[in-house]
């Protein structure tokens, strides 16, 4: 059984950045692959960012790619978000994820997802 622990949140303004870590505990979660998600008000969780443990291959949703990064600590077992250039439109309470899956595109939809944090909110002032 694998826990994850989200931190980082908070409020900001257009265009702040801020990093948003995910912990992990009491599996082997280096046999997942690790993620984030988001939802927003109204809105239905959207794939944001994953990784494998084993290797730096990362996949973005299109609406972050060039502004979000994903990376992880091996040895502290965190998966960390670096966000850049916010917008409005981040604001969302975030979720750190895990799955055993094969491809990271194969974690978009969440179906695969074993594993959620219980979210972190992150808003975005216009």
């Known amino acids: 059984q694998v826990q994850l622990v989200e931190s980082g949140g908070g409020l900001v303004q257009a265009g702040d950045s801020l990093t948003l870590s995910c912990a992990a505990s009491?599996?082997?979660?280096?046999?997942?692959?690790a993620g984030w998600f988001r939802q927003a008000p109204g809105n239905e969780r959207e794939f944001v960012a994953a990784?494998?443990?084993?290797?730096?291959?990362?996949h973005y949703s299109d609406s972050v790619k060039g502004r979000f990064t994903i990376s992880r600590d091996n040895r502290q077992k965190t998966v960390s978000l670096q966000m850049n250039s916010l917008k409005p439109e981040d604001t969302a309470i975030y979720f750190c994820?895990?799955?055993?899956?094969?491809?990271?595109?194969?974690?978009?939809?969440?179906?695969?997802?074993?594993?959620w944090g219980r979210g972190t909110q992150v808003t975005v002032s216009s």
């Open positions: 990784m494998f443990w084993r290797d730096d291959s990362a």
């Open positions: 994820a895990a799955a055993r899956v094969a491809t990271i595109p194969s974690m978009i939809t969440g179906e695969y997802v074993t594993f």
């Open positions: 009491g599996g082997d979660i280096k046999t997942y692959a």
